[in-house]
Nanobody, 122 residues
Framework: QVQLVESGGGSVQSGGSLRLSCTASEYTRDNYCMGWFRQAEGKEREMVATVEKDGTTDYAGSVKGRFTISQDNAKNTLYLQMNSLKPDDTAMYYC????????????????WGQGTQVTVSS
């Protein structure tokens, strides 16, 4: 099974930018749908951005226009470029992957990284 390792989190002021990275232990394009999720303290986990096996992307309304999900297939790495960050973006961010059509469609991902913390101060 694929293993995922996130990096790139940190503390930034409102309006700033961060780029998160997720390195997979195997080639993921064409085999896995992948995504970024986040969970703020005291809140449920929510989808941030996903990319399907065919490259189709999807974004939560709250991040659309500010965040961009992308892949570097040569490096087996998934990215999340986050611009115009807001205090509401503060959360633990998780990278996730899944193989089956059903779990990808439902965004009920099978494999998860350990998370990386993003803190945005006002």
């Amino acid at each position: 099974q694929v293993q995922l390792v996130e990096s790139g989190g940190g503390s930034v002021q409102s309006g700033g930018s961060l780029r998160l990275s997720c390195t997979a232990s195997e080639y993921t394009r064409d085999n896995y749908c992948m995504g970024w999720f986040r969970q703020a303290e005291g809140k449920e986990r929510e989808m941030v951005a996903t990319v399907e096996k065919d490259g189709t992307t999807d974004y939560a309304g709250s991040v659309k226009g500010r965040f961009t999900i992308s892949q570097d297939n040569a490096k087996n790495t998934l990215y999340l470029q986050m611009n115009s960050l807001k205090p509401d973006d503060t959360a633990m961010y998780y990278c996730a992957a899944s193989r089956t059509i059903l779990t990808c469609e439902r965004k009920e991902y099978t494999f998860w990284g350990q998370g990386t913390q993003v803190t945005v101060s006002s």
